[in-house]
């Protein structure tokens, strides 16, 4: 049997462009994949938040969105205190205001 319980999927549009954000929370954790267009993987990124530090490694490094990539998962993994995975797959550059509207909603739907 699969259960949607927890599971979360949210269409984000910024800049003419579409992003679907999807978060499949765990007790120790959140999985977040964002992607534009086709939901693909792409670059990962993982987090662990312990305390006050947080560790981060990259799974599959980004060819543009690094920071961003980074800065998601440990914001998240800090929040919930537990470890937190993201992926994410663009078509292009995100700009500073996708940006920051991306990492709201993710936020928003983590709570």
């Not at 267009?37 to 969105?65: F, N």
């Not at 994410?88 to 983590?110: C, F, G």
């Amino acid at each position: 049997m699969i259960s949607n319980i927890g599971y979360k999927k949210k269409t984000v549009r910024v800049d003419y462009r579409e992003f679907i954000v999807q978060v499949v929370p765990f007790y120790n954790g959140n999985f977040i994949s964002i992607s534009e267009g086709k939901e693909k993987i792409g670059a990962m990124v993982v987090s662990v938040g312990t305390g006050p530090r947080t560790s981060t490694a990259t799974i599959i490094p980004s060819k543009s969105e690094p920071l961003f990539l980074k800065m998601v998962s440990e914001r998240i993994a800090s929040v919930s205190n537990g470890i937190c995975i993201v992926s994410l797959n663009t078509q292009k550059v995100l700009s500073l205001e996708a940006m920051k509207i991306l990492m709201n909603e993710i936020v928003e739907i983590v709570k």
